[in-house]
């Protein structure tokens, strides 16, 4: 029990911190990526409006006249139309508002500028729209941010300035980085489930020998009161026996008396049984025998309380089921009779007067699975996946009438879980409670089993 609960207590502050680091990481990256793009933004936007300013007093001169003299030859007039300050891994042009490019500009000359920049791939992002906007576009293996602006005013009205500058290598830095905050998150996350994994052990460790202690005192309370709990029953047992002597105000007396002791001896049996379940490991004696015989006789013994309680009890014979040979199993015959004693007696206690009690057999060559029906006052949805806990209590002044002490369906399931059965409760509340519990027909070895 403390190992999964060390263990999942190590899984949830892993998680915890994988989420926080990946949190981090994404940010950090976010925040680089957005640090360089923001100074490629500027430095694209600075060359764009120094452009722009320089192209407004040169449109003024002489020279600017060519500009706007289709017989010109273009390539001749882009040197006098470069922008100041081009870097070496910037380029510039100017189309008209017709899309027609007028020249292109870059820091080095035309012999080597196709080297540098691959125009031809870069032209369908030059020739779009400019939104002032720049964008990441790549172009034989490289990657270039690139984006325009129209001009509003002047002579060079609705004409369109493009920029682009190459951003290659913080691209690469960013991959670079982004594996980098990977593999320092991984070896964070692995040194943080580690350190989860030692401070949960020390977290739990009063808590786990407070249980044991606590543990090792029930399991000592419960064989030192057997002791004193079987002298009272032989002494029971003996004045039972003159029960037709004694007046009437004794005999109600004995026969309250008896039936404390029985409750005692039953509590007492259940304390140990999941004391030494709480040990992790469980025995269990192996033997071969028939299920049908055994609830059978669990049923002969109910039958007297089931009176009482004016239930009837009603055998249903699957067709499944044709001779005894079809019900053996290979389990611990006093643990599966206690399992059964436990379900059955339940279905009595919590039936309503004039109920019915229905046991069943089914079997086939996997497993075999008895199915105990009452047509008691069922369980509310809520309450279903806390009826195994230990002491728990759906109406706790229901229990308290019918004697129960909430520990009987958690000795049940911890028989279960010993022989890896498997138990399913079904109910509807003011209609009825259906329990199927089912066993390997031909198990393996079972003995100490350990329930951790």
Request: zero cysteines; proline letters at 4%; glycine letters at 6%.
């Amino acid at each position: 029990m403390f190992k999964r609960t060390r263990t999942r207590l190590t899984r949830e502050f892993s998680l915890t911190i994988g989420i926080i680091l990946m949190i981090t990481a994404v940010f950090a990256l976010w925040m680089v990526q957005q640090m360089l793009t923001t100074t490629e933004d500027n430095q694209l936007r600075s060359l764009s409006d120094q452009y722009e300013s320089e192209l407004q007093k040169l449109i003024e001169s002489p020279k600017g006249n060519a500009l706007f003299d289709p017989s010109v030859d273009r390539e001749k007039v882009n040197s006098f139309y470069e922008p100041g300050g081009l870097q070496l891994n910037q380029m510039a042009w100017l189309l008209d508002p017709n899309g027609e490019m007028i020249f292109q500009s870059s820091p080095s000359n035309k012999n080597t500028f196709g080297v540098n920049f691959p125009l031809t791939a870069l032209l369908p992002s030059v020739f779009m729209e400019p939104d002032n906007i720049y964008r990441n576009v790549s172009a034989s293996g490289r990657t270039f941010r690139i984006g325009g602006t129209k001009l509003s005013n002047g002579k060079l009205y609705d004409y369109r300035i493009i920029v682009a500058q190459e951003v290659t290598n913080d691209t690469k830095l960013i991959t670079q980085l982004r594996w980098a905050f990977a593999g320092f998150a991984l070896l964070l996350f692995a040194a943080g489930g580690a350190a989860g994994y030692i401070l949960a052990g020390r977290a739990m460790r009063p808590i786990s020998e407070a249980f044991h202690r606590q543990e090792q005192f029930t399991s000592d309370a419960s064989h030192e009161l057997r002791t004193p709990l079987s002298i009272l029953k032989s002494a029971y047992e003996v004045l039972d026996e003159q029960r037709d002597k004694l007046p009437d105000f004794y005999r109600n007396v004995l026969m309250k008396s008896g039936r404390e002791i029985h409750h005692m001896s039953r509590l007492v049996d259940n304390l140990l049984v999941l004391a030494r379940s709480d040990n992790g490991r469980l025995e269990l004696v192996l033997s071969r025998f028939s299920m049908r015989h055994v609830i059978s006789q669990v049923m002969e013994q109910l039958e007297p309380i089931a009176a009482s309680k004016h239930v009837k009890f009603i055998w249903e014979n699957r067709q499944n089921v044709s001779n005894e040979d079809e019900t053996i199993i290979q389990a611990d015959e006093v643990r599966i009779r206690q399992l059964i004693l436990i379900v059955i007696e339940n279905a009595i206690q919590y039936n309503r007067d004039g109920g019915s009690v229905t046991v069943s057999l089914e079997a086939n060559p996997q497993k075999v699975s008895f199915i105990v029906n009452d047509t008691g006052m069922g369980i509310e949805k809520e309450h279903l996946p806390r009826i195994f806990e230990r002491f728990y209590r759906v109406d706790k002044a229901r229990t308290r009438r019918s004697e129960g002490t909430g520990l009987g369906l958690a000795i049940a399931k911890q028989i279960v879980d010993a022989h890896r059965a498997k138990i399913e409760v079904w109910s509807t509340p003011q209609m009825g409670t259906t329990i199927r519990v089912s066993l390997p027909s031909i198990s393996d070895s079972f003995q100490n089993v350990s329930l951790s």
